[in-house]
């Protein structure tokens, strides 16, 4: 158990030790520091008040979330991604473009399919076309 940090960097440091690697694990454009959900402990441990419990064997915090909170946790963030805080962090767009590029497999995939079946049925037409002529010589 932890006592109550004091500051973001002492809040930041708690997580680094309990929870490595947390700042990966936050999705900056869903953080919200008033959903017990999508805060920084919801998103780390599944819900705010779960969070609390493991860190501070406490139900309760007496820290009031507001925008300035969550640009504080975002260069805490940042910081641990080495990432200067003028410079937003890519990670949604970086999991955006792997959902993407699952899909354009996915239809190139299905592309390829179609074409194989169109030259099968380019050649069965072509068999049946020149078994046509065969038969109406005969």
């Given amino acids: 158990m932890y006592s109550l940090p004091n500051s973001y960097d002492e809040a930041a440091a ?3 030790k309990d929870s490595p690697g947390w700042f990966e694990r936050i999705d900056q454009s869903k953080l919200d520091m008033e959903v017990w959900h999508t805060c920084i ?27 300035a909170s969550r640009l504080e946790w975002i260069k805490q963030i940042d910081k641990r991604l080495n990432r200067k805080m003028s410079q ?19 239809h190139a995939e299905r592309a390829e399919n179609l074409l ?14 020149k078994a046509a002529k065969l038969a109406y010589k005969g």
């Fill in 41 to 67: 402990l919801g998103q780390v441990y599944g819900d705010y008040c779960k969070g609390l419990q493991i860190l501070f064997n406490s139900k309760s915090s007496p820290y009031y979330a507001n925008r």
């Fill in 116 to 129: 194989k079946k169109a030259k099968a049925e380019i050649a069965l037409s072509a068999s049946l076309r």
């Fill in 88 to 106: 937003p962090s890519t990670l949604p767009y970086k999991r955006k473009a792997e959902r993407l590029n699952k899909q354009a497999d996915i």
């Fill in 14 to 16: 708690i997580l680094d």
